[in-house]
């Protein structure tokens, strides 16, 4: 017996609403999902970026920026939020 894959459990029609309220709702929720998905990747650049400058000010500049921890760990509980919605 093989599995089912993926894509055929997605696109198998008796798993696709009949009622047009719902395949709205569905698309709606498609398209939500994609945002948080595409937000959620553009916050881990962000904290990227923002915790390598911290650790390049910190340590080859010899000047830390005060503000770079505070804002990494803000965007850290935003990702875990993001994260929560997307799983």
Do not use: K
Request: charged share 15%; net charge negative.
């Amino acid at each position: 017996m093989r599995d089912a894959t993926m894509s055929e459990v997605r696109m198998s029609p008796a798993a696709a609403p009949h009622n047009p309220l719902a395949r709205l709702l569905a698309g709606v929720n498609r398209s939500v999902m994609h945002v948080v998905g595409a937000v959620a990747a553009a916050l881990v650049v962000v904290e990227t970026a923002v915790l390598l400058t911290g650790v390049f000010y910190r340590y080859a500049l010899h000047d830390p920026l005060i503000w770079s921890d505070e804002l990494a760990s803000t965007l850290f509980i935003w990702l875990s939020m993001l994260g929560a919605v997307l799983a």
